[in-house]
């Protein structure tokens, strides 16, 4: 299928190929390039005899064809849009809408098949490009407008049947999801009875704990209670021990500094008594010199 495609798109380029002046040469030059599969070298020549001429609908033509051809999908259709907009050569309009049909028919059914593995934008992205396609296929006339439609009516069906298959699994998916979903509040409805269950199992079990409690709480204030006055006496007692030893010591530690300080008070008495002994001492040296100064005087005399 994809091989009538790329046939009648080499078809057209070979038509467009008559030319008008010195063009002629360098486009036929060009083409030759283009069908031996040297297609940027080909795709420069159309460039440059454009830019000498850009009012050469044949170049620009040539050049859509060589962008397309060469990938750059978008750039060729928006030369071939040029083309439909600008030119008054119905031969060349013609051209332009089949090659931009069966371009956009070759892109629409690129890569589709009944088990072709899109998603739904790929798909979505693809019906689209076969309305244009049709679109554009409708306005020719002859054998190729009814094969490119065949075409195109052909792939569309196996696109809406891969879209209507997506849309079942969705669907089946949401319907899973649902049942999950309701399986899922069921479920945690269950899990919350049997939280209440367990619940009021637990209150009645608290009741009587408390009960339970009560009563233990009053027989441990009870003992808390004989224990507190037994704890009392006990730490009277302790106390009234403690009182008397405090006392006891504070009697020895007075006597203890009495003592001190009655040895303190003698020590400085004898002290006081070496100093008095001393310095009489020292004052009987001093008259016994004096009296001999005194004598040694008198005899000097």
Known sequence: MTVYIKTIISALLLTASISAGGE???ISKA???YKSGKISEAEKIYSQVLENNPESEYAKYNLAAAKLKSGSTEEGF???REILSESKNRELIEKANTQLGFQQLKEGVKGVSPDSNLNQQQVEEKLEMLKRSKSRLKKLSGKQKNKGLE???RYQKILEDIKKQQQKKQQKKKQNSDKNEDKEKESEKNKEQQQDKQSEKQN???ENNDSQDQQQTKKQDS???QKSEQQKQQNSAEQKNKEN???SDEQKQAEKMNKQKKKLAKEKA???AREILQREKKLKKERIKARRERIQVEKDW
């Open 24 to 26: 002629r040469g360098e």
């Open 31 to 33: 083409n030759e390039l």
């Open 78 to 80: 928006n030369l071939l």
């Open 151 to 153: 075409i195109a009516k």
């Open 204 to 206: 009645k079990q608290s």
């Open 223 to 225: 003992q808390d209670k």
């Open 245 to 247: 030893q405090q006392n």
């Open 270 to 272: 004898e002290k006081i």
